[in-house]
């Protein structure tokens, strides 16, 4: 038994769980792993994440520069191996009311949380399984959405005696996020941007956050998608939407969460609903859905699609889970749309001097 089963087995154990069957569950493009527990009728998920397997996150007070130099996480502003990053967010969501995995225990040093199993109803597999069911689901959806946003969550979130600061969504972590296009996707081409090319990308990128200044941010999950969404109808009201994989939540427009949910690269979502969503979101956060709005909203989603297109290339080469790449065909798409907004247009410019393979299928 190597040492880290052995630790499994000792929180299991301690947790009261011990004896229980376990299965893996599929997990995502991280170096967590996930596995459901049965134990005499009652059901949990172990969530297990190595600390030693990921880049460091930030440090408290940790400048830009050396950000950097810790590596991805920290620069992006992902949680990395803090696991008090969820078990916080969680206690916060929860205590607002929304429907997050209650934990029912916890070994934060070693990278092991114990949770409650929201079962199956994943809106992607709900709606597959009955298409009349899409807009309701992404109503709700977009109810809770907007729901987050009129609610007030401090910067500091706690959980028992553990504390964790969710910071700001700044430029060096966006412009980080544009770097998996130019350091992965490019790989795929045998090429590499020089650096008088990529300082003008930088800087359009740079230049087109300013749409992001026009609204009050908000909390922002970061991964609100149709995979990340659980379907709970026996719950009231706002609880009736589960949800995962908010542990590198950060504040930032309004528009980020919802943008993700439209555009999302693991199903397509049926056209006719984006203005229905978006129009519906400003209305429950008390927004305007106007050029502003509408400007925001395109450029996250340009900058969210550039991350996307060196995702499933850096999982499959740094990762070893080729399995992301057959998202690329959907990631070009919506990007190709997404570029026509005027907001963004200097970037579409960009692309088809630089890049000119984005813009093709």
Partial sequence: MSDRAAQI????????????????IQGDASTRSYERLELKGQKAVLMNAPKLDEL??????????????????????????????FACLANELAIRGFSVPQIFSADLENGFLLLEDFGEPVFAKVIGLDASLEMPLYEAAVDTLAAIYR?????????????????EYDTAALLAETDLCLDWYVKDF???????????FYGLYAESFKYLLAHAPGLGLRD???????????????????????????????????????TDIRRDVSPDLKDHLIRRFCEKSGLKDDIDFRAAYSVLSVQ???????????????????????????????LQEDLNHPAVAPIRA???QNLPEVLHD
């Fill in 350 to 352: 960009w692309f088809t």
């Fill in 224 to 262: 609100f998608h149709a995979e990340n969404l659980f379907w709970l109808p026996e719950r009231a009201g706002l609880a009736n939407v589960g949800l995962i994989d908010f542990q590198d939540a950060l504040f930032v427009h309004p528009a980020y969460d919802l943008m993700s949910l439209i």
């Fill in 9 to 24: 087995s000792t929180f299991l154990k301690n947790a009261g769980w011990g004896e229980a069957l376990r299965a893996p």
């Fill in 190 to 200: 045998d090429r590499e941007i020089p650096g008088g090319a990529r300082d003008e």
């Fill in 151 to 167: 609610s007030s969550f401090p910067e500091i979130m706690t959980f028992k005696d553990v504390k964790w600061r969710v910071r």
């Fill in 56 to 85: 460091p996150g930030e440090p408290e007070g940790a400048s830009v520069e050396a950000r950097r130099q810790l590596g991805y996480n920290a620069l992006a502003r992902l949680a990395g191996p803090n696991m008090e990053s």
């Fill in 304 to 334: 969210r699609g550039t991350k996307l297109l060196g995702f499933p290339v850096r999982a499959d080469l740094k990762f070893g889970k080729p399995q992301y790449r057959a998202l690329l065909p959907r990631v070009k798409r919506h």
